[in-house]
Each structure stands twice: as C-alpha cells, then as structure tokens.
C-alpha cells in the first residue's frame, strides 16, 4: 500500500509540474484582450472615435530660433476624444531629445450642435432639419436656437397636438426662435420644419446656436428639383445657314396637348419645362462615330431615354447603326480618308453579325432569347437590316 500510494503521490506531482491538467485553462486577461482585438477588427466602425478621421492633426514638423520656443494654432477635430502628445527633438549640439511623460489633451467640447437635411427634394415638398444638441457638461444648459430668415424657405408652424394641415400649413417668414433646456450629459433633437419657396436650384438653410459658454452655426444645403419626367423623344430641325442665321424662337415638343385627362385627379405630365437639351450637328444624319470608334445604343443615347440593351434587338440595333453610318461615309466621299476607323467599324459589326445570327432557328426566324418563342416583328426588321449590310459588304469586299 505504501508503494503503490508513491507512485500515486509521483505521478500526480509530474502531472502537476508539466501542466497537463490546465490544458484546458486560460488566463482571464489574455482571453479579454484577444476578444478585445476580434472586436475592433470585424467589427464595423460606425463611430468615429476609433479612429482620427482629419488625419494626423497633431504632427508638426518645425525648426525652433534661438529663442527657444514657438507658438502654434491647431485646428481641433470634432472628435470627442483623450488625446496624448509627445515631443522630441534633435539638435547638433544636444543630440535628441525625449519628453519624459505624455502631455494630455481632451477634445471634448462643452456644447456639440450638427444639422442635417435631405440633399434632394422636389419642388412643392416640405423639408425637416434635424438639429441635435449635446451637452457634454454636467451642468443643465439653457440653450437657444434661431432659424434665419430667408426669401428661400418659410417655417411651418406645428399647432397644438402636433397637427398640421398637410397642403395648406401655416408658413412664416423671418427669424423663429426656440428656446431649449438640455440637461447635463445629455442630448435633445429639434426639429425645424420648412417649405422652400423656389421653383429650381439650391437653398442654404442656416441655424444658429447660443448658450451661456458659447455659440456655434450649422448650414445645411438642400438642392431642389422640378416636377415632371423627361420627354424621351426628340425634335430635330434643320437649319440652312448658307446665307443667313436663323432664329428659332419656338420648338415643337412632343407631348400631349393637354395634361389634363377628364373626370381624374392625375395629369399626364406636369407643365412647365424645367430645362431643355439642345444639341447642333453640322452632318445631315447627327454625329457620325463619335469620338472615332464604333457606335452602340449606349454611345447614341447617352443619357439613356428608357432604352436598354438587352437580347438580339440590342445586337441588331448595334449592327444596323454602324452600317448606315457607314453608308453616309461611303455616300459622302469619307470612306477612304477615315479607311482605318472603317475596318474597325467592319470589326465591330461581325460581332453583332454573330450575336444576331446565334438566335436564328432553323425555320428561318429570329428570337429575342435563348428560351423565347420566333418573333415576326424582330425576324422582319433583322432581314431589312441584313439587307443593307450586305450591300456595305460587298462594297468593303
């Protein structure tokens, strides 16, 4: 018994000196800074006190006079954080220097205030400015917030309970004041409810702050839109400038007469133009290849038109722009000055060439797509197109 209990008392001990029996065990510090470090590194910055967002606005680079010392004036960020300055310096006679301890810095202001608008809205729409107060004090502030008045915007007064008539509020013009209690470290939300009162472009809402410690002005910059949707068709006109200018006072728009539809509340359109596109092109046909390469449906409607392009029509489009300008070229004597930009152009269209024919059955029809029935439509204008295509080849050829 005695020796089977010093084996006992042996092994054990050698199990106690190797540590197999805190294989399991984890010092708690260790553990809290490697979740610590997890966090910060999956963990999406939402705020900007992980990290200086103006930069390094601490470190300057200076040489100091013979009188040994220097002022400077630093722009402090809005960062509410503890910041620690350090300080070194080098020198042909003393060698470099090492400040012994941090000098410490707070950036923490005693009153924050930030407003906020939407960038975009359209003509007709209210607008709410979001203004926030922070007081990181711990004592109660009385604070005091002005509205300017502008020919650009008017308030609109909340009644009682919070009601407002929704298309006909009660507006104001001139300064609005507010008054606003905020408690020591704590924040308040006001908001400012305005109507603008142009029809097109940018106003400048401007809100000002004053409190017993200091004062501080927010601008919030909304961009106001017209109503409507774009026309996505043109008017063309051609202008004979052989002998004289010409003054088009008026342009045939192509909408409907009237917006107005009989016996409803909507409209077709909402008069009154906002802006126009006018564009001057000396050829007969428009720009014949822009910027010297190929043309495609998104180079000839560039800013879009409700046009997309998808499947063989797309394709088909692509091929049948190119060969009829190129057919102006031809007829026009400019084939042979821009030959190189024609190879290209003939390039070009044996990929569309290739794109239209992959979805040719073998009765003779035209898909729009892999899995689509035979178009009559497509199949008829893809033939009219072949057509012309082959005449520009065999001229090429």
Same mark, same amino acid.
């Given at each position: 018994?005695?020796?089977?209990?010093?084996i006992y008392t042996y092994v054990? !001990?050698?199990?106690?000196?190797?540590?197999?029996?805190?294989?399991?065990?984890?010092e708690e510090?260790?553990?809290?800074?490697?979740?610590?470090?997890?966090?910060?590194?999956s963990r999406f910055n939402r705020y900007i006190?992980?990290?200086?967002?103006?930069?390094?606005?601490?470190?300057?680079? !200076?040489?100091?006079?013979?009188?040994?010392?220097?002022?400077y004036n630093l722009d402090i960020p809005l960062t509410t954080d503890d910041w620690y300055f350090s300080v070194f310096s080098i020198s042909k006679?003393?060698?470099?220097?090492?400040?012994?301890?941090?000098?410490?810095?707070?950036?923490?202001?005693?009153?924050?205030?930030?407003?906020? !608008?939407?960038?975009?809205?359209?003509?007709?729409?209210?607008?709410?400015v979001r203004c926030i107060i922070m007081n990181r004090s711990?004592?109660?502030?009385?604070?005091?917030?002005?509205?300017?008045?502008?020919p650009q915007y008017k308030f609109i007064h909340v009644e009682d309970y919070g009601y407002v008539v929704s298309y006909s509020p009660r507006m104001s013009s001139g300064d609005h004041h507010h008054l606003v209690w905020v408690r020591g470290e704590n924040e308040v939300e006001v908001h400012l409810p305005i109507a603008p009162q142009v029809e097109q472009g940018r106003i400048e809402v401007v809100v000002d702050l004053t409190t017993q410690i200091m004062s501080s002005e927010a601008k919030v910059e909304i961009e106001?839109?017209?109503?409507?949707?774009?026309?996505?068709?043109?008017?063309?006109k051609l202008l004979d400038l052989k002998s004289r200018a010409n003054v088009l006072e008026f342009m045939n728009i192509i909408v409907d007469e009237t917006p107005i539809i009989p016996y409803e509340v909507f409209r077709r359109y909402v008069s009154g133009s906002p802006?126009?596109?006018?564009?001057?092109?000396?050829?007969?046909?428009?720009?014949?290849?822009?910027?010297?390469?190929?043309?495609?449906?998104?180079?000839?409607?560039?800013?879009?038109?409700?046009?997309?392009?998808?499947?063989?029509?797309?394709?088909?489009?692509?091929?049948?722009?190119?060969?009829w300008q190129l057919h102006y070229f031809r007829l026009t004597n400019q084939l042979q000055e821009h030959w190189s930009l024609a190879k290209r152009v003939f390039e070009q269209m044996n990929v569309e060439y290739t794109a239209v024919m992959r979805r040719f059955t073998s009765q003779g029809a035209v898909t729009n797509w892999d899995d689509s029935k035979p178009n009559v439509w497509l199949t008829s204008w893809v033939i009219r197109i072949f057509d012309s295509v082959s005449f520009q080849v065999a001229y090429f050829n």
């Open positions: 018994m005695y020796v089977r209990s010093s054990y !001990a050698l199990i106690t000196i190797i540590g197999f029996d805190e294989s399991n065990c984890e510090s260790t553990v809290v800074q490697e979740q610590t470090l997890r966090f910060r590194l006190d992980y990290y200086d967002y103006d930069g390094d606005w601490g470190w300057i680079t !200076a040489n100091i006079d013979e009188d040994r010392e220097q002022f006679e003393n060698g470099i220097g090492l400040l012994d301890d941090p000098v410490p810095f707070s950036s923490q202001r005693p009153v924050h205030f930030y407003c906020e !608008a939407p960038t975009q809205v359209h003509r007709g729409e209210s607008v709410g711990p004592y109660d502030l009385e604070t005091f917030i002005k509205l300017r008045g502008s106001i839109l017209p109503e409507g949707s774009i026309v996505h068709r043109h008017t063309s802006w126009a596109q006018v564009s001057v092109c000396g050829d007969v046909i428009g720009p014949a290849f822009p910027n010297g390469d190929p043309v495609k449906l998104e180079t000839m409607f560039p800013t879009g038109h409700g046009r997309f392009g998808k499947g063989t029509e797309y394709h088909a489009f692509n091929l049948a722009a190119n060969t």
